[in-house]
Protein backbone atom coordinates (compact mmCIF):
# COMPACT_ATOMS: atom_id res chain seq x y z
CA UNK A 1 0.00 0.00 0.00
CA UNK A 2 2.86 2.64 1.34
CA UNK A 3 4.44 1.19 -2.72
CA UNK A 4 1.64 2.02 -4.68
CA UNK A 5 1.10 5.57 -2.95
CA UNK A 6 4.73 6.47 -3.19
CA UNK A 7 4.65 5.51 -6.87
CA UNK A 8 0.94 7.79 -7.26
CA UNK A 9 3.19 10.55 -5.36
CA UNK A 10 6.03 10.28 -7.43
CA UNK A 11 3.92 10.39 -11.04
CA UNK A 12 1.75 13.03 -9.82
CA UNK A 13 4.83 15.26 -9.61
CA UNK A 14 6.35 13.96 -12.67
CA UNK A 15 3.53 14.82 -14.65
CA UNK A 16 3.11 18.78 -12.93
CA UNK A 17 6.68 19.10 -14.04
CA UNK A 18 6.48 17.69 -17.53
CA UNK A 19 2.72 19.59 -17.92
CA UNK A 20 5.06 23.08 -16.51
CA UNK A 21 7.67 22.23 -19.07
CA UNK A 22 5.43 21.98 -21.78
CA UNK A 23 3.98 24.78 -21.39
CA UNK A 24 7.23 27.08 -21.13
CA UNK A 25 7.98 24.90 -24.53
CA UNK A 26 4.81 25.94 -26.11
CA UNK A 27 4.38 29.61 -25.28
CA UNK A 28 7.87 29.91 -26.31
CA UNK A 29 7.33 28.67 -29.69
CA UNK A 30 4.13 30.51 -30.46
CA UNK A 31 6.53 33.47 -29.33
CA UNK A 32 5.05 34.26 -25.75
CA UNK A 33 8.38 34.57 -24.50
CA UNK A 34 7.68 36.91 -21.53
CA UNK A 35 4.99 33.55 -20.29
CA UNK A 36 8.07 31.18 -21.46
CA UNK A 37 10.41 32.65 -19.00
CA UNK A 38 8.14 32.97 -16.21
CA UNK A 39 6.65 29.30 -16.47
CA UNK A 40 10.53 28.43 -16.63
CA UNK A 41 11.91 30.21 -13.46
CA UNK A 42 9.31 28.69 -11.89
CA UNK A 43 10.12 25.21 -12.36
CA UNK A 44 13.29 26.45 -11.34
CA UNK A 45 12.60 27.75 -8.12
CA UNK A 46 11.36 24.36 -7.51
CA UNK A 47 13.88 22.03 -8.80
CA UNK A 48 17.35 23.55 -10.04
CA UNK A 49 17.95 20.67 -11.97
CA UNK A 50 15.09 20.89 -14.55
CA UNK A 51 17.29 20.42 -17.25
CA UNK A 52 14.24 21.19 -20.02
CA UNK A 53 13.22 24.32 -17.96
CA UNK A 54 17.09 25.16 -18.30
CA UNK A 55 17.15 24.60 -21.97
CA UNK A 56 13.93 26.63 -22.76
CA UNK A 57 15.29 29.52 -20.24
CA UNK A 58 18.36 30.29 -22.35
CA UNK A 59 16.27 30.81 -25.27
CA UNK A 60 13.36 32.33 -24.09
CA UNK A 61 14.98 35.18 -22.36
CA UNK A 62 17.73 36.31 -24.77
CA UNK A 63 14.65 36.84 -27.13
CA UNK A 64 11.88 38.75 -24.49
CA UNK A 65 14.97 40.30 -23.92
CA UNK A 66 15.75 41.91 -27.65
CA UNK A 67 11.67 41.85 -28.16
CA UNK A 68 11.34 44.58 -25.27
CA UNK A 69 14.51 46.70 -26.45
CA UNK A 70 13.56 46.43 -29.60
CA UNK A 71 10.13 48.27 -28.79
CA UNK A 72 11.63 50.78 -26.76
CA UNK A 73 14.14 51.74 -29.43
CA UNK A 74 11.15 52.12 -31.97
CA UNK A 75 8.76 53.90 -29.08
CA UNK A 76 11.78 56.71 -28.64
CA UNK A 77 11.82 56.78 -32.52
CA UNK A 78 8.64 57.38 -33.15
CA UNK A 79 6.71 60.83 -33.73
CA UNK A 80 3.85 59.58 -31.33
CA UNK A 81 3.49 62.78 -28.73
CA UNK A 82 3.14 59.96 -26.23
CA UNK A 83 5.92 57.75 -27.57
CA UNK A 84 7.65 57.75 -23.81
CA UNK A 85 4.56 55.86 -22.13
CA UNK A 86 5.30 52.63 -24.90
CA UNK A 87 9.11 53.05 -24.30
CA UNK A 88 7.90 52.70 -20.28
CA UNK A 89 5.85 49.63 -21.06
CA UNK A 90 9.00 48.06 -22.62
CA UNK A 91 11.11 48.46 -19.63
CA UNK A 92 8.34 47.36 -16.80
CA UNK A 93 8.55 44.52 -18.97
CA UNK A 94 11.69 43.27 -18.41
CA UNK A 95 12.11 44.46 -14.83
CA UNK A 96 9.49 42.27 -14.23
CA UNK A 97 10.91 39.38 -15.75
CA UNK A 98 14.17 40.52 -13.94
CA UNK A 99 12.53 40.49 -10.06
CA UNK A 100 11.47 36.88 -11.10
CA UNK A 101 14.79 35.41 -11.82
CA UNK A 102 16.47 37.20 -9.36
CA UNK A 103 14.51 34.87 -6.80
CA UNK A 104 16.13 31.56 -8.99
CA UNK A 105 20.16 31.54 -8.68
CA UNK A 106 19.82 28.95 -11.09
CA UNK A 107 17.81 31.51 -13.47
CA UNK A 108 20.31 34.38 -13.00
CA UNK A 109 23.51 31.92 -13.72
CA UNK A 110 21.59 30.59 -16.99
CA UNK A 111 20.65 34.48 -18.13
CA UNK A 112 22.73 36.60 -16.25
CA UNK A 113 19.66 38.93 -16.31
CA UNK A 114 20.30 42.66 -15.17
CA UNK A 115 17.62 45.47 -14.06
CA UNK A 116 16.66 48.32 -15.94
CA UNK A 117 15.26 50.34 -13.56
CA UNK A 118 17.22 53.21 -14.45
CA UNK A 119 15.85 52.85 -18.14
CA UNK A 120 12.30 52.71 -16.61
CA UNK A 121 12.31 56.02 -14.24
CA UNK A 122 13.41 57.72 -17.02
CA UNK A 123 11.15 56.75 -19.58
CA UNK A 124 8.13 57.36 -16.72
CA UNK A 125 9.55 60.81 -15.83
CA UNK A 126 9.64 61.37 -19.20
CA UNK A 127 5.84 60.34 -19.72
CA UNK A 128 4.85 62.31 -16.75
CA UNK A 129 5.98 65.39 -17.93
CA UNK A 130 4.68 65.13 -22.03
CA UNK A 131 1.14 64.66 -20.62
CA UNK A 132 1.92 66.86 -17.64
CA UNK A 133 2.66 70.02 -20.13
CA UNK A 134 -0.15 68.70 -22.56
CA UNK A 135 -2.61 69.16 -20.04
CA UNK A 136 -1.30 72.56 -19.07
CA UNK A 137 -1.54 73.70 -22.72
CA UNK A 138 -5.43 72.42 -22.49
CA UNK A 139 -6.46 73.91 -19.36
CA UNK A 140 -4.91 77.16 -20.16
CA UNK A 141 -7.95 77.33 -22.51
CA UNK A 142 -9.94 77.98 -19.81
CA UNK A 143 -13.43 75.95 -21.46
CA UNK A 144 -14.84 72.73 -20.32
CA UNK A 145 -14.04 70.78 -22.70
CA UNK A 146 -10.49 71.32 -22.79
CA UNK A 147 -10.68 71.03 -19.20
CA UNK A 148 -11.79 67.96 -19.11
CA UNK A 149 -9.23 66.73 -21.53
CA UNK A 150 -6.82 67.98 -19.47
CA UNK A 151 -8.71 66.37 -16.36
CA UNK A 152 -7.58 63.18 -18.26
CA UNK A 153 -4.23 63.68 -18.72
CA UNK A 154 -3.02 65.06 -15.01
CA UNK A 155 -5.05 61.76 -13.88
CA UNK A 156 -2.71 60.11 -16.46
CA UNK A 157 0.23 61.87 -14.90
CA UNK A 158 -0.83 61.11 -10.89
CA UNK A 159 -1.50 57.28 -11.98
CA UNK A 160 2.39 57.30 -13.24
CA UNK A 161 3.85 59.25 -10.94
CA UNK A 162 1.77 60.21 -7.73
CA UNK A 163 1.68 63.88 -6.70
CA UNK A 164 4.34 64.91 -9.64
CA UNK A 165 4.39 68.44 -9.67
CA UNK A 166 1.67 69.00 -7.44
CA UNK A 167 -0.86 67.30 -10.17
CA UNK A 168 -3.43 67.09 -6.84
CA UNK A 169 -3.89 70.40 -7.26
CA UNK A 170 -4.03 70.56 -10.69
CA UNK A 171 -7.14 67.87 -10.73
CA UNK A 172 -9.27 70.08 -8.63
CA UNK A 173 -8.86 73.11 -10.74
CA UNK A 174 -8.85 71.18 -13.77
CA UNK A 175 -12.19 69.47 -12.66
CA UNK A 176 -13.39 72.97 -11.13
CA UNK A 177 -13.67 74.26 -14.82
CA UNK A 178 -14.50 70.89 -16.53
CA UNK A 179 -17.04 69.77 -14.35
CA UNK A 180 -21.41 70.58 -15.05
CA UNK A 181 -22.38 72.68 -11.91
CA UNK A 182 -25.94 71.46 -10.21
CA UNK A 183 -27.56 73.31 -7.47
CA UNK A 184 -30.67 70.50 -6.07
CA UNK A 185 -32.79 73.39 -3.80
CA UNK A 186 -34.36 72.38 -0.58
CA UNK A 187 -37.50 70.62 -1.59
CA UNK A 188 -40.76 72.37 -0.62
CA UNK A 189 -43.92 70.65 0.94
CA UNK A 190 -47.03 73.41 1.04
CA UNK A 191 -50.35 72.44 2.66
CA UNK A 192 -53.01 74.24 4.69
CA UNK A 193 -53.88 71.22 6.21
CA UNK A 194 -51.11 69.59 7.51
CA UNK A 195 -48.22 70.26 8.99
CA UNK A 196 -45.87 67.97 7.45
CA UNK A 197 -42.32 67.87 7.50
CA UNK A 198 -40.32 67.00 4.08
CA UNK A 199 -37.52 65.59 6.50
CA UNK A 200 -37.38 62.02 5.32
CA UNK A 201 -37.69 63.16 1.78
CA UNK A 202 -35.10 65.82 1.68
CA UNK A 203 -32.22 63.29 3.75
CA UNK A 204 -33.40 60.60 0.71
CA UNK A 205 -32.41 63.46 -1.94
CA UNK A 206 -29.26 64.42 0.08
CA UNK A 207 -28.65 61.35 0.37
CA UNK A 208 -28.86 60.24 -3.61
CA UNK A 209 -26.73 63.96 -4.02
CA UNK A 210 -23.54 63.11 -1.30
CA UNK A 211 -23.38 59.29 -3.75
CA UNK A 212 -24.00 60.15 -6.90
CA UNK A 213 -21.80 63.48 -7.01
CA UNK A 214 -20.36 62.57 -10.40
CA UNK A 215 -23.24 60.58 -12.15
CA UNK A 216 -21.36 60.41 -15.88
CA UNK A 217 -17.92 61.83 -14.24
CA UNK A 218 -18.02 65.24 -15.01
CA UNK A 219 -21.75 66.33 -13.34
CA UNK A 220 -21.04 67.60 -9.74
CA UNK A 221 -24.22 68.00 -7.63
CA UNK A 222 -24.80 70.73 -4.70
CA UNK A 223 -26.89 71.14 -2.09
CA UNK A 224 -27.67 75.13 -1.32
CA UNK A 225 -25.03 75.38 1.40
CA UNK A 226 -22.85 73.62 -0.37
CA UNK A 227 -23.03 75.83 -3.15
CA UNK A 228 -22.91 79.17 -0.86
CA UNK A 229 -20.17 78.14 1.35
CA UNK A 230 -18.22 77.55 -2.39
CA UNK A 231 -19.24 80.44 -3.54
CA UNK A 232 -20.56 78.60 -6.93
CA UNK A 233 -22.36 79.78 -10.11
CA UNK A 234 -24.04 76.89 -10.53
CA UNK A 235 -24.98 75.33 -14.66
CA UNK A 236 -28.42 74.35 -13.29
CA UNK A 237 -30.74 74.77 -10.47
CA UNK A 238 -33.15 72.34 -9.83
CA UNK A 239 -36.21 73.28 -7.93
CA UNK A 240 -38.32 70.06 -6.57
CA UNK A 241 -41.78 70.90 -4.69
CA UNK A 242 -44.66 68.82 -3.44
CA UNK A 243 -47.91 70.76 -4.72
CA UNK A 244 -50.73 68.49 -4.82
CA UNK A 245 -51.33 65.87 -2.47
CA UNK A 246 -53.45 63.83 -0.58
CA UNK A 247 -52.97 62.50 2.98
CA UNK A 248 -55.52 60.04 4.97
CA UNK A 249 -58.28 59.44 2.39
CA UNK A 250 -60.31 56.94 4.23
CA UNK A 251 -62.77 54.08 2.29
CA UNK A 252 -64.68 51.88 4.39
CA UNK A 253 -66.47 48.72 3.09
CA UNK A 254 -68.98 46.48 4.40
CA UNK A 255 -70.10 43.70 2.88
CA UNK A 256 -72.50 40.78 4.70
CA UNK A 257 -73.12 37.42 3.42
CA UNK A 258 -75.08 34.15 5.30
CA UNK A 259 -72.47 31.09 5.34
CA UNK A 260 -73.15 27.80 5.95
CA UNK A 261 -71.17 25.00 7.06
CA UNK A 262 -69.96 22.70 4.68
CA UNK A 263 -70.82 19.39 6.44
CA UNK A 264 -73.39 18.69 8.51
CA UNK A 265 -72.93 18.88 12.16
CA UNK A 266 -74.80 18.16 15.14
CA UNK A 267 -77.44 20.34 16.13
CA UNK A 268 -79.78 18.61 18.94
CA UNK A 269 -81.17 14.88 20.05
CA UNK A 270 -84.30 13.25 19.76
CA UNK A 271 -85.92 10.62 21.57
CA UNK A 272 -86.77 7.39 19.85
CA UNK A 273 -87.88 4.81 22.38
CA UNK A 274 -85.60 5.26 25.71
CA UNK A 275 -82.76 6.26 23.41
CA UNK A 276 -81.13 9.21 22.53
CA UNK A 277 -80.68 9.58 18.63
CA UNK A 278 -78.52 12.90 17.68
CA UNK A 279 -79.63 15.09 15.16
CA UNK A 280 -77.31 16.16 12.33
CA UNK A 281 -77.96 19.49 10.22
CA UNK A 282 -76.08 21.99 8.12
CA UNK A 283 -75.87 25.18 10.04
CA UNK A 284 -75.57 28.99 8.77
CA UNK A 285 -74.36 32.38 10.34
CA UNK A 286 -74.25 36.19 9.05
CA UNK A 287 -70.59 36.53 8.63
CA UNK A 288 -69.88 40.47 8.12
CA UNK A 289 -66.54 41.92 6.44
CA UNK A 290 -65.40 44.97 7.14
CA UNK A 291 -62.03 46.76 5.06
CA UNK A 292 -60.94 49.98 6.06
CA UNK A 293 -58.65 51.60 3.17
CA UNK A 294 -56.50 54.61 3.42
CA UNK A 295 -55.53 56.24 0.51
CA UNK A 296 -52.75 58.67 -0.11
CA UNK A 297 -51.00 60.00 -3.22
CA UNK A 298 -48.92 62.75 -3.89
CA UNK A 299 -47.41 64.86 -6.83
CA UNK A 300 -43.51 66.20 -7.28
CA UNK A 301 -43.43 69.40 -9.44
CA UNK A 302 -39.29 69.44 -10.63
CA UNK A 303 -38.25 71.93 -12.72
CA UNK A 304 -34.53 72.35 -14.21
CA UNK A 305 -34.08 76.03 -15.14
CA UNK A 306 -30.68 77.75 -16.19
CA UNK A 307 -28.70 79.87 -13.94
CA UNK A 308 -28.00 82.30 -16.12
CA UNK A 309 -30.61 82.76 -18.68
CA UNK A 310 -33.37 81.24 -15.72
CA UNK A 311 -35.03 79.86 -18.98
CA UNK A 312 -36.67 76.07 -18.20
CA UNK A 313 -34.77 73.74 -19.55
CA UNK A 314 -36.60 70.82 -18.15
CA UNK A 315 -39.79 70.13 -16.03
CA UNK A 316 -41.43 67.18 -15.04
CA UNK A 317 -44.06 65.91 -12.57
CA UNK A 318 -43.63 62.57 -10.56
CA UNK A 319 -46.64 61.07 -9.16
CA UNK A 320 -46.71 58.31 -5.76
CA UNK A 321 -49.04 56.76 -3.87
CA UNK A 322 -49.54 54.22 -1.06
CA UNK A 323 -52.38 52.26 0.32
CA UNK A 324 -53.08 51.17 3.85
CA UNK A 325 -55.32 48.46 4.91
CA UNK A 326 -57.02 47.03 7.07
CA UNK A 327 -59.65 44.10 7.44
CA UNK A 328 -61.76 42.60 10.52
CA UNK A 329 -64.99 40.71 10.48
CA UNK A 330 -67.62 39.34 12.92
CA UNK A 331 -70.48 36.90 12.82
CA UNK A 332 -73.89 36.45 14.44
CA UNK A 333 -75.14 32.58 14.17
CA UNK A 334 -73.77 29.44 14.81
CA UNK A 335 -69.21 29.84 14.38
CA UNK A 336 -69.44 26.46 12.89
CA UNK A 337 -70.46 27.84 9.70
CA UNK A 338 -67.58 29.58 9.28
CA UNK A 339 -64.33 28.07 7.31
CA UNK A 340 -60.89 28.44 9.81
CA UNK A 341 -60.06 31.76 7.68
CA UNK A 342 -63.15 33.18 8.38
CA UNK A 343 -62.76 32.49 11.86
CA UNK A 344 -58.85 34.25 11.90
CA UNK A 345 -60.56 37.02 10.30
CA UNK A 346 -63.11 37.43 13.39
CA UNK A 347 -60.10 37.61 15.61
CA UNK A 348 -58.87 40.31 14.05
CA UNK A 349 -59.83 43.70 15.54
CA UNK A 350 -59.62 47.16 13.43
CA UNK A 351 -56.60 49.27 13.48
CA UNK A 352 -55.83 52.67 13.70
CA UNK A 353 -54.06 54.11 10.84
CA UNK A 354 -50.44 55.78 10.76
CA UNK A 355 -50.35 59.14 11.29
CA UNK A 356 -50.53 61.37 8.28
CA UNK A 357 -46.45 62.70 8.25
CA UNK A 358 -45.86 58.43 7.85
CA UNK A 359 -48.14 58.38 5.02
CA UNK A 360 -46.86 61.12 3.67
CA UNK A 361 -43.11 59.19 3.60
CA UNK A 362 -44.92 56.01 2.31
CA UNK A 363 -46.14 57.97 -0.98
CA UNK A 364 -42.93 60.04 -1.32
CA UNK A 365 -40.92 56.61 -1.51
CA UNK A 366 -42.26 55.80 -5.03
CA UNK A 367 -41.85 59.17 -6.44
CA UNK A 368 -38.00 59.63 -5.14
CA UNK A 369 -37.29 56.68 -7.14
CA UNK A 370 -38.98 58.51 -10.53
CA UNK A 371 -36.99 61.44 -9.79
CA UNK A 372 -33.42 60.00 -8.82
CA UNK A 373 -34.21 57.95 -12.37
CA UNK A 374 -35.18 60.76 -13.89
CA UNK A 375 -32.01 63.02 -12.95
CA UNK A 376 -29.31 60.05 -13.74
CA UNK A 377 -30.80 59.52 -17.24
CA UNK A 378 -31.28 63.55 -17.75
CA UNK A 379 -27.23 64.50 -16.71
CA UNK A 380 -25.71 61.12 -18.97
CA UNK A 381 -25.69 63.70 -22.02
CA UNK A 382 -23.81 66.65 -19.79
Not at 158 to 176: M, Q, R, S, T, W
Not at 246 to 259: D, M, S
Request: proline share 3%.
Amino acid sequence: MKKTLLLYISLSVSFLFLNGCHSAKKSLKKGNYDDSVLRSAEKLMDNANHTSSADILKQAYPAALAQHLDEAERAVSSSDIFRHEDELKAYESLNQLYRVLSKCNTCMKITNAKSFETQETSARNNAANVRYEEADELLAKADRQNARKAYDHFERVNNLIPGFKEVDKKLKHAYHIASFKVVVEQVLVTSKRYQLSNEYFQNKVDEFLKTNQRLNRFVRFYNPEEATQAGLQPDHVITLQFDDFVVGQTLLEKNTETVTSKDSVKVGEKMIGKAKIPIYNRVTAKFTTNRKTVHSAGLLDMQIKDFKTRNIVNKDKFNGEYNWMCEWAHFNGDERALTPAQLRMCKSQELLPPDPQQLFIEFSKPIYDRLTTKLKNFYEKY
